[in-house]
């Protein structure tokens, strides 16, 4: 491990507040528990986490204590402290999924993303605040609030701690009638896509190709394929609107035999 990705891990330190949201692929809320999960360092130099589950009817469960003395093979922290874990290989006839999370001042944003036998079956909303500030949450996405120039820079990290120089993306979102129009351009990729608008839910594709995006409460959204396809490439991806002009997206990449194969966290701003 570098010790880069262990100082970027320390970031997350300290007390957050929030709670734990569960939706379902159709993006109806179904449960909301408030939660506090601690960061602390300790004298032998590993941290410890608790989460604490605070239920609105019956008893809270005890903790969920972890400790960390290195950050896993299936992690990768970027320099702000925005992370990404989860399942290394796609599990085709069980569970599978990752956690995507992103870090702003005193404000962390997570998103988990879960599949079962390779379909969506839920998305939990993690929203914080470090405790003792008066940090405020985001309005829920709307489509209008994404419409618009972006113009960014990507970093993309690799299991085995590579990385590759910073470059820049944009992208270009237009309502036409009941869809939107998507233009993304990177070095190497011009790619254009059309979604159907559906209340919160924008929907890339149809059938078993169907991609879809959720709009969610604090500004974040969630990128999913609603089945997982056979012998082809794939993402997970989670967006943050941090303020109406900020946004940051992290994509979880798995090949075409279901390994994962990087995690790229993109900043862009609004320009038009």
Request: glycine share 8%; net charge negative; with cysteine.
């Amino acid at each position: 491990m570098t010790n880069n990705q262990w100082q970027n891990f320390l970031l997350n330190l300290g007390n957050w507040e929030g709670s734990f949201t569960r939706f379902s692929p159709q993006g109806e809320e179904v449960e909301d528990t408030p939660t506090l999960v601690t960061f602390e360092e300790l004298e032998n130099g590993a941290v410890r986490q608790m989460v604490h589950r605070f239920p609105k009817t019956g008893d809270a469960p005890p903790p969920l204590v972890l400790e960390y003395r290195s950050v896993n093979r299936g992690t990768l922290f970027f320099q702000t402290g925005a992370f990404s874990t989860g399942s290394m290989q796609l599990n085709t006839l069980g569970d599978f999924g990752a956690e995507l999370g992103f870090i702003s001042g005193d404000r962390r944003m997570r998103l988990v993303e879960l599949f079962n036998a390779c379909r969506f079956s839920q998305v939990t909303l993690i929203r914080e605040y470090r405790q003792g500030t008066n940090a405020t949450e985001n309005p829920p996405l709307t489509v209008e609030q994404l419409l618009g120039d972006w113009e960014g820079e990507a970093v993309t990290l690799y299991p085995d701690w590579r990385s590759i120089d910073p470059y820049p993306t944009k992208l270009s979102l237009r309502l036409q009638g009941n869809e939107l129009r998507q233009q993304a351009i990177a070095p190497n990729l011009d790619f254009t896509s059309t979604a159907t608008i559906d209340r919160s839910i924008l929907r890339f594709g149809e059938g078993e190709n169907a991609v879809n995006v959720i709009l969610l409460p604090d500004g974040a959204s969630c990128t999913v394929p609603m089945v997982i396809p056979r012998q082809r490439s794939f993402f997970l991806e989670a967006g943050w609107l941090i303020n109406p002009t900020l946004r940051q997206r992290m994509i979880r990449s798995y090949d075409n035999y279901g390994g994962w194969v990087s995690t790229t966290l993109v900043t862009e701003c609004k320009v038009s």
